[in-house]
């Protein structure tokens, strides 16, 4: 069975700061991957996605994420965080059948 | 419209009492999708309708959960003698077609409490 795990319930970050978020998937064939950022009050809207080719994929935002199979992860990155990115991350996998999703991811951005 | 359309926004309601959420998709999505989020949590899938396929209930928690959708277009959740723990958002998307390759495209969610 598919499953998605977010191992960091909630980060803090000082703006201007890197950023990792970590993403392990368990899936039976080639995963499509996907990153959520869900702003208070709001719907989920897509970052980014990988379905094959290229292992670092760009999103919108500046964020980016690296799929490592050996890893069976997708961690999202940021060189540089800005306040307004404070928000719940969500990762999630699927192909032809609905995504699942993980618990998420809090980050917190401090001045 | 643009987006997806979910309303109501925000329900409170007595335990006991039946709930209906409805979801308007964005325009010629065939694929539909509804899922939980409970405070603190993932998305836990629901039920999702593919053109005039039948659905995918595996993801209902219980036969107090259902759902239908008109063709391709509006789908309403019902939720029979709500319990507390039925207290979550609820979110609908839609997408072009079956294949999650497709972006999927959320609503905002209805908001719904039980007391």
């Known amino acids: 069975a598919q499953s998605v795990t977010q191992p960091d319930i909630h980060i803090t970050v000082s703006e201007g700061a890197s950023l990792e978020l970590r993403c392990n998937y368990s899936y039976g064939a080639t995963p499509y991957l996907f990153w959520y950022v869900q702003s208070p009050g709001q719907g989920l809207q897509l970052l980014l996605k990988y379905f094959s080719g290229d292992t670092l994929v760009q999103g919108i935002k500046g964020f980016e994420a690296e799929f490592k199979r050996s890893q069976s992860s997708f961690n999202l990155r940021k060189p540089s965080v800005h306040w307004s990115d404070a928000a719940e991350y969500f990762c999630?996998?699927?192909?032809?059948?609905?995504?699942?999703f993980g618990k998420g991811t809090r980050l917190s951005v401090i001045a | 419209g643009a987006g997806v359309s979910q309303s109501p926004s925000n329900k409170v309601t007595e335990k006991g009492k039946d709930v209906e959420l409805r979801c308007d998709p964005i325009s010629g999505h065939t694929a539909l999708y509804w899922y939980r989020q409970r405070l603190g949590q993932g998305l836990e899938f629901l039920i999702y309708f593919q053109g005039n396929s039948a659905p995918d209930k595996s993801g209902l928690p219980s036969d107090r959960f259902s759902a239908e959708r008109t063709g391709e277009s509006v789908s309403t959740l019902t939720i029979q003698r709500t319990q507390q723990e039925d207290s979550a958002v609820y979110l609908c998307a839609s997408s072009p077609s079956q294949f999650s390759g497709n972006t999927i495209y959320f609503g905002e969610g209805s908001w719904l409490t039980v007391v």
């Open positions: 999630a996998v699927g192909a032809k059948t609905p995504l699942v």
